[in-house]
């Protein structure tokens, strides 16, 4: 029997489909989880004052629009407890775990396809002539997964504008935003003060590279909900640890610096790089990570995926995205050395 081939050992092994921050944990957060590490043993303070109020610096908002939960899984399935919408609407291609998330309280699912001619980038003006008031939520991700492109902020205020119109809630997933050139610039953060039919939702997990201490937070300005949410969610739910940690990172000015820096450079050079070949289209990246399609008839994500596991490079295939196939890859951007072996691997099989 013909035996399967192996990856070579000296390639160790890459993820280029987790969209992490290449720099990994922040030395702060190891040092903090070192020197905490018997926080373990007891019980989280269920105030979270320290938490809250680095979360608030880092926000430039008030603690009491700060909602906390265990990882965005956590925040978006609170959300849908707390409304129980019977409509909503998505975008494809967009995040998988939207709709799994929203069906499973019932609620039927409506998409608006982005259109590939268009880059994937949304047309508010005709996603906003698309609303009416059969809808109860909207759920979009800015920047967009596997997309990767952002929406300008008086389009969102726009949208949000026309949901509050229409009585629809509107959950803003920020969960790349600080991938983006300027970010503060495009944040919809600013727009709760106005718009109580809003939430956005920020995550620790891919900018500061720590998706296991599950720790997730959102920003609205709705006392009623947030009320309900207070009763619905377990007083102490994030871990000790996590606490501890995400509150030293958020003030980490060196690694946040570095991480922006990193990404804008590499994200540019792959581009160029990638840019190349006649045989892939490029879907100009706004994140860390970059959507690609696959132009020549004989291959498929597969093979490339295939190809690629031979030298530890573990892209992310895009067949089950809605909108998508087997034809398009998407991978992020990691370090120099890693993003030259990606893409030469990539460019010699296309």
């Given at each position: 029997?013909?035996?399967?081939?192996?990856?070579?050992?000296?390639?160790?092994?890459?993820?280029y489909?987790?969209?992490?921050?290449?720099l990994?944990?922040?030395?702060?957060?190891?040092?903090?989880?070192?020197?905490?590490?018997?926080?373990?043993?007891?019980?989280?303070?269920?105030?979270?004052?320290?938490?809250?109020?680095?979360?608030?610096?880092?926000?430039?908002?008030e603690?009491e629009?700060?909602?906390?939960?265990n990882g965005?899984?956590?925040?978006?399935?609170?959300?849908?407890?707390?409304?129980?919408p019977?409509?909503?609407?998505?975008?494809?291609?967009?995040?998988t775990?939207?709709?799994r998330?929203?069906?499973?309280?019932?609620?039927?699912?409506?998409?608006?396809?982005?259109?590939?001619?268009?880059?994937?980038?949304?047309?508010?003006?005709?996603?906003?002539?698309?609303?009416?008031?059969?809808?109860?939520?909207?759920?979009?991700?800015?920047?967009?997964?596997?997309?990767?492109k952002?929406?300008?902020?008086?389009?969102?205020?726009?949208?949000?504008?026309?949901?509050?119109?229409?009585?629809?809630?509107?959950?803003?997933?920020?969960?790349?935003?600080?991938?983006?050139?300027?970010?503060?610039?495009?944040?919809?953060?600013?727009?709760?003060?106005?718009?109580?039919?809003?939430?956005?939702?920020?995550?620790?997990s891919?900018?500061?590279?720590?998706?296991?201490?599950?720790?997730?937070?959102?920003?609205?300005?709705?006392?009623?909900?947030?009320?309900?949410?207070?009763?619905a969610?377990?007083?102490?739910?994030?871990?000790?640890i996590?606490a501890?940690?995400a509150?030293?990172m958020?003030?980490?000015?060196?690694?946040?610096?570095?991480?922006?820096?990193?990404?804008?450079?590499?994200r540019?050079?792959?581009?160029?790089?990638?840019?190349?070949?006649?045989?892939?289209k490029?879907?100009?990246?706004?994140?860390?990570?970059?959507?690609?399609?696959?132009l020549?008839?004989?291959?498929?994500?597969?093979?490339?995926?295939?190809?690629?596991?031979?030298?530890?490079?573990?892209?992310?295939?895009?067949?089950?995205?809605?909108g998508?196939?087997?034809?398009?890859?998407?991978?992020?951007?990691?370090?120099?050395?890693?993003?030259?072996?990606?893409?030469?691997?990539?460019?010699?099989i296309v």
């Amino acid at each position: 029997m013909a035996s399967k081939n192996l990856r070579i050992d000296q390639y160790p092994t890459i993820l280029y489909n987790a969209n992490l921050n290449p720099l990994g944990i922040p030395e702060s957060v190891k040092k903090a989880i070192s020197e905490n590490i018997d926080s373990i043993m007891k019980y989280p303070d269920i105030y979270y004052n320290n938490l809250k109020n680095e979360v608030a610096s880092y926000t430039g908002v008030e603690l009491e629009k700060i909602v906390m939960g265990n990882g965005s899984s956590d925040l978006y399935k609170l959300y849908a407890g707390q409304l129980l919408p019977k409509k909503a609407l998505l975008l494809s291609p967009g995040p998988t775990e939207y709709e799994r998330v929203l069906t499973s309280y019932g609620c039927k699912v409506d998409y608006y396809d982005l259109k590939e001619e268009n880059e994937f980038v949304l047309d508010m003006e005709d996603f906003i002539s698309k609303l009416d008031e059969s809808y109860d939520v909207i759920y979009i991700s800015h920047p967009n997964n596997p997309t990767s492109k952002k929406l300008e902020l008086q389009d969102i205020e726009a949208l949000a504008k026309a949901c509050k119109e229409l009585n629809i809630f509107l959950v803003i997933d920020e969960m790349y935003i600080e991938f983006l050139d300027d970010y503060k610039n495009f944040t919809s953060i600013s727009l709760v003060d106005k718009y109580s039919n809003m939430a956005v939702i920020r995550s620790v997990s891919k900018f500061f590279a720590v998706p296991g201490l599950r720790f997730a937070y959102a920003i609205m300005n709705n006392s009623e909900m947030m009320d309900k949410i207070d009763i619905a969610t377990t007083k102490n739910n994030i871990a000790s640890i996590s606490a501890i940690a995400a509150s030293v990172m958020f003030k980490d000015e060196e690694y946040i610096k570095e991480g922006h820096s990193l990404i804008h450079t590499e994200r540019s050079l792959i581009y160029r790089a990638m840019s190349t070949s006649k045989n892939l289209k490029l879907f100009k990246p706004d994140a860390n990570f970059m959507l690609v399609k696959l132009l020549s008839n004989d291959i498929n994500s597969s093979i490339v995926s295939e190809h690629c596991n031979q030298r530890g490079i573990i892209i992310r295939r895009c067949n089950d995205f809605r909108g998508l196939s087997d034809k398009y890859i998407r991978f992020c951007f990691m370090n120099p050395k890693q993003n030259d072996l990606m893409v030469n691997t990539i460019l010699e099989i296309v």
